[in-house]
């Protein structure tokens, strides 16, 4: 069982900036990849960016590549994304997630979510 609290969120100005973390209680966090995932109003849940399970490797969406960079820290059992340049249309709740697998990281159907943290970017 993956047990996952992501932190960071809250209200920014269009052009600012925020970092998302996301705290794993999970044995062998090194051995998983991570995902950050985004759901806005109404809208179904969608991926942000990847990364490996050494962090040597990193995957993002095209709506966010360039902006937003995300990174780990295995010590610490924690994910990181950095969001620089956001756009009111970034607004959403972002989660994170774990996957066996680099590669599966964007397409698993994943069976459990926390509880995220709000990100709301005013114009």
């Known amino acids: 069982q993956v047990q996952l609290v992501e932190s960071g969120g809250g209200l920014v100005q269009a052009g600012g900036c925020l970092r998302l973390?996301?705290?794993?209680?999970?044995?062998?966090?090194?051995?998983?990849?991570m995902g950050w995932f985004l759901q806005a109003p109404g809208k179904e849940r969608e991926f942000v960016a990847a990364?490996?399970?050494?962090?040597?490797?990193?995957y993002y969406a095209d709506s966010v590549k360039g902006r937003f960079t995300i990174s780990r820290d295995n010590a610490k059992n924690t994910v990181y994304l950095q969001m620089n340049s956001l756009k009111p249309e970034d607004t959403a709740v972002y989660y994170c997630?774990?996957?066996?697998?680099?590669?599966?990281?964007?397409?698993?159907?994943?069976?459990?979510w926390g509880q995220g943290t709000q990100v709301t970017v005013s114009s």
């Open positions: 997630n774990a996957a066996h697998r680099f590669a599966l990281v964007a397409t698993t159907v994943f069976r459990s």
């Open positions: 990364i490996s399970e050494s962090g040597g490797t990193t």
């Open positions: 973390s996301c705290a794993a209680s999970v044995r062998s966090f090194s051995t998983y990849a």
